[in-house]
């Protein structure tokens, strides 16, 4: 087997050997480049792998073209065949890039279906005229000839092409400049090329103008992917930044400095709120109204995150101020509901328990707004769910009424006051830790403070879950009477 080479053929070998390697390079840059659009990426390695087997399938074509033998003539068939084939495939993902970029609506079916017509009939007419040698063939020493429908092989990715730039032309608004840019010379250069490539035959320049073209092309979309990426780092940072500084402040508007009342030797109070997101819905808060009342509230805001932190402190001020004015536990929910529902377009709602302790006799008046069960140690006793009918959360519906009801805790006894997190923390196999659990675990610990049984309650929690995570906050409060102040 003799290959003989003209310098045109040479010249052609050279380039189409670097285009290959420059399409390579490519494909291994998209392929490594994690952080572009999975979509993008995929499109490239596809575009990039098609336009390889083009260029090889003609450099192998050159090489062989002239080699005497049967086996060669079959398989300058074969590879002249996938040559054509794929420089229509490269016109078609072309297409479809263009029509994914510049047009985004109901008709990118029919586009579709229409590039797809074209593909289908660039590949029958290479079947069809194979037999023949109307768009190619070899003479009997295995020299390529065009045939006399040679032109017509072009045909159907021409008529791609000028489909996509009537969509460039219409639909320009679409596409920034660089992009624009960069598909006006895929577009016109393959053009150029192949006009000019029916006239001249030796120099290929069809494979500088697709090649050149192509990679111009990716370099801007990968740019632009870059610049995307770094955009939305530069947006998550910020963003970030931003949840980071609202949780501060959200953790500020709770109490949460210990000992809250180092005067006050009649009761002992912690507290704490564990955020499923930056911030959270759950809050917590607790205030002495005058010298002789302790107002303790544990609620809970529909949702999470911002919306839910911005609704949550909403509805902290407004029961603090309504509490603050000396009402009963039912009437501040009354309130505070009317004044929720006035102004409630995003009908989030908020579950309430709240109770206003009477320190020098320890009698504790309360009122539920759809809220969990509060837990009561009586002194010397066991922790056990306190069962009330509760009244609606606040914010579902104007005009609801809630009712008082009243404990007599004496000193020594303790009150564990929770939000939903705990009993419906979950873990891996979605079990739920549930209120049974949660109250056994109140009652194995063995801390006598309020701050020890809710670490205690905490670690049960953390173990149960096992790691698994958690989609909802946990809130507590503990409160301990110790009895009135001796004088």
Known sequence: MIFSMSIANLINTIFISVGIGVCLLCLLQISASKHIRKDARRYFQVFFIFLILYLSTHLIRQLMDGVSGNGVRIALYAVTFVEIFTAGFTAFMMSILVMAVARRDKNNKVLSILFLSFLIAHLILLIASAP???VYYFDEANVYHRGAGYITSNVFPILMLVTDIVLLIVYRKNLNRRIKSAFWNYMIAPIVAISIQGFIYDIQLIFFATVGAAVYMFAVIVQEQNEMYEKSIEKNSRIESELNLASNIQADMLPNIYPAFPERPEFDIYASMDPAKEVGGDFYDFFLVDEDHLCMIMADV???????AL????SKIILANNAMLGKSPAKVLKDTNEAICQNNREEMFVTVWLGILELSTGKL???????????????????TLIREKHGFVLGGMTGMKYKDYELQMKPGARLFLYTDGVPEATD???????????VKALNESESASPEGLLKDMRKEVDKFVSGAEQFDDITMMGVEYLGPEKK
Not at 302 to 308: I, T
């Open 302 to 308: 529909s949702g999470k995150g911002v919306p839910a």
């Open 132 to 134: 023949f040698g109307f």
């Open 311 to 314: 609704f949550m402190m909403a």
């Open 428 to 438: 891996a196999n979605n079990n739920l830790f549930g209120t049974d659990r949660m």
């Open 365 to 383: 008046t309360y009122a539920n707004a759809g809220h969990e069960n509060p837990v009561l140690r009586e002194p010397d006793g066991e922790f």
